[in-house]
Nanobody, 118 residues
Framework: QVQLVESGGGLVQAGGSLRLSCAAS????????MGWYRQAPGKQREFVAR???????SYADSVKGRFIISGDDAKNTVYLQMSSLKPEDTAVYYC????????????WGKGTLVTVSS
């Protein structure tokens, strides 16, 4: 099993910035990609960004140019730097890591709430 623990959520004004962290522990060797999803009230969970162990990143169109995902292999931690935040970015942000050997078996954190006020 892999445990994912998010931190860094909070309340921020529109236009502001926030950095989320996700620390992984346990059977780290079973993952090689980590990412972020979010779920706004009344909406489905959606992809935000991901990074591979090789440093390849991908982003949802809605956050491109505003969010940056990065990783620290030594700390088994992934970060999501969020800038120019908008009220529509308000959501619970979940850390995600697919099991590299078991398709469809993803690890999830419990989530951290980000609220952007207008």
């Amino acid at each position: 099993q892999v445990q994912l623990v998010e931190s860094g959520g909070g309340l921020v004004q529109a236009g502001g910035s926030l950095r989320l962290s996700c620390a992984a522990s346990g059977k780290i060797f079973s993952i090689n990609t980590m990412g972020w999803y979010r779920q706004a009230p009344g909406k489905q969970r959606e992809f935000v960004a991901r990074i591979t162990s090789g440093g390849i990143t991908s982003y949802a169109d809605s956050v491109k140019g505003r969010f940056i995902i990065s990783g620290d292999d030594a700390k088994n931690t992934v970060y999501l730097q969020m800038s120019s935040l908008k009220p529509e970015d308000t959501a619970v942000y979940y850390c995600n890591a697919p099991n590299r050997w078991a398709q469809g078996m993803d690890y999830w954190g419990k989530g951290t709430l980000v609220t952007v006020s207008s």
